[in-house]
């Protein structure tokens, strides 16, 4: 008989169709079960859309009194884009619900809960909470440090440079990619899965980059230049462009506007800025085969939380 860590894994899986869809709702599967027997799942598929419970629960005709309900978030108690799961949890006549993690969003806290435990469901919580927290990072993040989840990305040689002499540029004056076509694609998927991407001022005069997923299928982020030096004329009108002077203040201007993760893929200077404010989360290196032997060297590895991903 599968145990309720099991049916847990199997919610989580679900939950991680919705990356990069469901922003700024959290990532949410949902699996119900009785007897040993899988009756219906769901997952949050995108912002707007039904949440997990709702999705599960409608796709299925079957009989669900007595039925156990596992779900990675707390059910929500409130009127949103959609009604309260918990309403319908109720209505249907499930007994048992299991769930992973407690919903940090003041709108639920603990509101589902109680509202289940109220109509005389079992509640089991704080299954497979830590890998719970892990999926939904981004949401936790912004909910209980009150900034958006931040991610360090650059690329580098095998010799750690991150871009060569202007003397090696092509003839059209853009530098070569050190990246792998393989690595360039997985970076345009990591854009689709956070809600802004930032580059500095240096950055975009360089490359002139569209900071588009677009060799992958996906939204794109919100695109962020920080200028503090006001040396950029003729951004583009989609893009947020900032003087802000320091990280602190970057991310505090995030927060402000929802903004529950960011990107960063500027060059050494901005990225050494945030690693100096140990205002980061995640730091991923794409690290290339190339040998350079010259250039701008890549920002020294910080101390923590780094992935490096060889080509």
Avoid at 17 to 40: E, M, Q
Wanted: aromatic share 8%; charged share 20%; proline share 7%.
């Amino acid at each position: 008989m599968p145990t309720d860590e099991q049916y847990m894994r199997r919610c989580l899986h679900l939950a991680a169709n919705g990356l990069g869809r469901t922003r700024p709702n959290p990532l949410v599967g949902c699996v119900i079960v009785r007897d040993g027997i899988t009756l219906a799942e769901g997952f949050h598929q995108h912002y707007g859309g039904n949440h997990a419970e709702r999705n599960a629960i409608l796709s299925t005709s079957a009989d669900l009194h007595g039925a156990t309900l596992y779900v990675n978030l707390e059910p929500c108690s409130h009127h949103g884009k959609t009604p309260p799961c918990a309403d319908l949890v109720i209505s249907r006549g499930i007994s048992r619900v299991v769930c992973c993690n407690d919903d940090p969003n003041p709108l639920v806290a603990g509101r589902g809960f109680a509202k289940l435990r109220a109509a005389g469901i079992d509640i089991v919580q704080h299954v497979l909470e830590k890998e719970g927290r892990w999926l939904n990072r981004r949401f936790f993040t912004f909910f209980e440090q009150h900034r958006p989840y931040i991610i360090l990305k650059w690329a580098e040689s095998a010799d750690g440079f991150m871009a060569p002499d202007r003397a090696t540029w092509t003839s059209e004056g853009h530098p070569y990619w050190i990246s792998s076509p393989q690595q360039t694609l997985l970076s345009h998927r990591w854009r689709t899965e956070e809600a802004a991407i930032l580059i500095g001022s240096q950055t975009f005069i360089d490359d002139h980059p569209q900071l588009t997923p677009r060799h992958f299928y996906g939204t794109s982020p919100q695109p962020i230049v920080l200028d503090r030096s006001h040396r950029l004329a003729n951004v583009p009108e989609h893009w947020w462009h900032l003087d802000s002077p320091t990280p602190d203040k970057v991310i505090s201007f995030l927060y402000e506007r929802g903004i529950q993760s960011v990107i960063i893929e500027g060059g050494r200077h901005v990225l050494d800025s945030f690693i100096a404010s140990n205002l980061y989360d995640e730091v991923r290196i794409l690290r290339s085969s190339t040998m350079l032997r010259n250039g701008m060297k890549a920002p020294d590895k910080p101390s923590r939380d780094i992935t490096i991903y060889e080509s």
